[in-house]
């Protein structure tokens, strides 16, 4: 008798741990198919998806009552990746700063509550105050955002102006890293894949730094590729496998607005694969600067090939550790931008180069110079080109050489 008791309780255990183990199993069955298809069904519609975040812009600039003669929109339909997507572009302009500051912050906030990604940058030039932001979601950037602020009727720009690329970001978080968040103007190109990467694309977006990425590429030295290195583009992979590796590159900092190559003097000079490349910018609305590690790069022959917007570094201002060097470069930048209207230079976070750009910026100032995002020079490079061909004054060489002296 007690033995058929014991014999029917087990029965009756493991009927119970089945029935509930095929319980489990449902709910995790129900939860999946509850939240899959919300998911697949936001991936299946990208129309939808930007026409949200136009209205989510539009919705702010009506809330804070910004009169639409202050606003400048475009907005434009295309198929990309068969989707189609609604692009747009909005220029606003404002006279008072206190409704300026107030716009800035609350379409930043409402953007992040949106779930967008989105980058931003500020930047002041000639009295004007700019807040820029590159809205998007997925794998698209689908809406551009340009706040300013300015008192008097606004004016031709009659000073050159820089972009400065602060590459190899995303490790060193210390000294240097806080040196550099302090200057205005910069463009952060953070490593893909590095310990404080994100971290570096949160602490610059908030200082209202611009972020690129800075994407590995295939040196010409093989001794120079890291050892189980997934986030280099190398020449001998597969169409798909640099696709699929800038993809995730690129998937890792979603909030970058455009991308510069890390080396790549050997990856650089394939043109089929920088077209690679470039068919991914292009859709995602961003733009390419190329380092020039090479002077037969194939880089921005190809953006230029394919419409995609690039620029093209004019120096690299420390490729020697050596204050004196650095400023030479930085003197050589500021020529080069009176030459023609701007001028792209590049530096590390490494050694005295940050040290050195902060002194440099009393240089900038008593030459007019303004320090800004590689955006601005992408989206005005004309009229800049046009401004270009400035005297270098007896002043100017004086307030150079002044500087070289210190």
């Known amino acids: 008798m007690t033995s058929n008791l014991v014999k029917r309780k087990k029965k009756i255990n493991k009927r119970f741990v089945r029935t509930l183990i095929y319980v489990i199993l449902l709910l995790i069955i129900l ?7 919300e998911k697949e069904d936001k991936l299946k519609n990208p129309y939808r998806e930007s026409i949200r975040l136009r209205q989510v812009i539009v919705d702010i600039l009506e809330k804070n009552g910004v009169s ?22 909005f220029n606003i302009i404002l006279s008072d700063e206190l409704k300026y500051n107030k716009l800035s912050k609350e379409i930043t906030d409402e953007i992040i509550k949106a779930g967008t990604i989105f980058s931003k940058s500020n930047y002041e030039l000639n009295s004007q105050k700019t807040t820029t932001l590159y809205c998007g979601f997925d794998n698209y ?12 009727t606004l004016k031709e720009s009659d000073k ?53 990425l800075h994407c590995p590429m295939e040196p010409i030295n ?9 986030t280099m583009l190398l020449a001998n992979m597969s169409d798909k496998e640099v696709e699929q590796i800038l993809l995730n590159n690129l998937a890792s900092l979603p909030a970058v607005s455009g991308l510069n190559n890390h080396m790549g003097s050997k990856f650089t000079q394939n043109g089929p694969k920088m077209e690679i490349v470039m068919n991914i910018l292009k859709s995602r609305k961003m733009y390419y600067v190329d380092s020039v590690t090479i ?52 530096a590390h976070i490494r050694y005295d180069t940050p040290a050195t750009l902060e002194t440099a910026y ?35 060489e004086e307030i150079i050489n002044e500087y070289l002296d210190h």
């Open 31 to 37: 939860t999946v198919a509850f939240f899959l298809p």
């Open 68 to 89: 639409r003669v202050s606003v400048l929109e475009v907005s434009e339909e295309k198929t990309v990746n068969d989707h189609r997507i609604i692009f747009s572009s």
């Open 141 to 152: 950037i689908t809406s551009f955002v340009a706040i300013s602020f300015c008192e008097e």
């Open 160 to 212: 050159p102006v820089i972009a400065i690329i602060i590459d190899d970001m995303g490790n060193d978080i210390g000294k240097r890293f806080k040196t550099l968040l302090k200057l205005k103007g910069l463009t952060f190109s953070v490593l893909p894949g590095c310990k404080n990467s994100r971290y570096t694309v949160k602490k610059g977006l908030e200082e209202g730094h611009e972020i690129m």
């Open 222 to 230: 093989p001794e120079l590729i890291p050892e189980s290195d997934k």
């Open 295 to 346: 002077q037969s790069t194939k880089g921005w022959r190809t953006a230029d090939k394919m419409g995609v917007p690039y620029l093209k570094r004019d120096v690299f201002l420390d490729h020697k550790n050596n204050k004196t060097f650095i400023k030479k470069q930085i003197s050589k930048l500021i020529r080069t931008a009176f030459k023609k209207g701007y001028a792209v230079g590049i």
């Open 362 to 396: 009393q240089e900038f100032k008593a030459l007019g110079i303004e320090v800004v995002p590689v955006s601005y020079i992408i989206e005005n490079q004309d009229k800049l080109r046009t401004n270009g061909d400035f005297s270098v004054s007896d002043e100017v």
